[in-house]
T-cell receptor
Framework: QKEVEQDPGPLSVPEGAIVSLNCTYS??????FMWYRQYSRKGPELLMY????GNKEDGRFTAQVDKSSKYISLFIRDSQPSDSATYLC?????????????FGQGTILTVHP | KAGVTQTPRYLIKTRGQQVTLSCSPI?????VSWYQQTPGQGLQFLFE???????NKGNFPGRFSGRQFSNSRSEMNVSTLELGDSALYLC????????????FGQGTRLTVV
């Protein structure tokens, strides 16, 4: 079983929709949670970075962490065609493991006009 | 501020050969991590270097090795290439060894024929 599970989709939504992306994890040592966006033939781009349980908002993006359930989410409001990409959740433990990110499989999102 | 630079962007090698990939981190960043991305396995951690020392290592065979120079630039080497080594190799840089965000380069697309 993978440490981080993420539904690969694909997910197709109309422009303006609210998108919900989710990951679950099994490793209790994970303390830091990230969401990356990756366009085709590009490297991952950091979208959100969170530590504690709760919500963090940045523009149209909201990241949610529930450590008790080992569940994280990313919400995209007013989705745009330019949001079409693969979304990767990533997480890491603390201490000497700061440099090691464990990724989900990625969810392919298409926002159509 | 320049981002993470990886060279070359594309590479085609023959089975049995070896290859060296290069990564220049963001100016001032001292930690460099390497990842392999394939459609089947997703993004997997290879290793991390900080101050010219390997700090973390993933579950890859010894054919995969790396090093970091005093200017924080890093190289990754794969010897005796196998067809399964075909992948996008990504480098991520961080400012320090602690709790800091990781920023990725565009990657090197390696094809082994």
């Amino acid at each position: 079983q993978k440490e981080v599970e993420q539904d690969p989709g694909p997910l197709s939504v109309p422009e303006g929709a609210i998108v919900s992306l989710n990951c679950t994890y099994s490793n209790s040592a994970f303390q830091y949670f990230m969401w990356y966006r990756q366009y085709s033939r590009k490297g991952p781009e950091l979208l959100m970075y969170t530590y504690s349980s709760g919500n963090k908002e940045d523009g149209r993006f909201t990241a949610q962490v529930d450590k008790s359930s080992k569940y994280i989410s990313l919400f995209i409001r007013d989705s745009q065609p330019s949001d079409s990409a693969t979304y990767l959740c990533a997480m890491r433990a603390g201490g000497t493991s700061y440099g090691k990110l464990t990724f989900g499989q990625g969810t392919i999102l298409t926002v159509h006009p | 501020k320049a981002g993470v630079t990886q060279t070359p962007r594309y590479l085609i090698k023959t089975r049995g050969q070896q290859v060296t990939l290069s990564c220049s981190p963001i100016s001032g960043h001292r930690s460099v991590s390497w990842y392999q991305q394939t459609p089947g396995q997703g993004l997997q951690f290879l290793f991390e270097y900080f101050s010219e020392t390997q700090r973390n290592k993933g579950n890859f065979p010894g054919r995969f090795s790396g090093r970091q120079f005093s200017n924080s630039r890093s190289e990754m080497n794969v010897s005796t290439l196998e067809l399964g080594d075909s992948a996008l190799y990504l480098c991520a840089s961080r400012y320090g060894q602690g709790n800091t965000e990781a920023f990725f380069g565009q990657g090197t697309r390696l094809t082994v024929v």
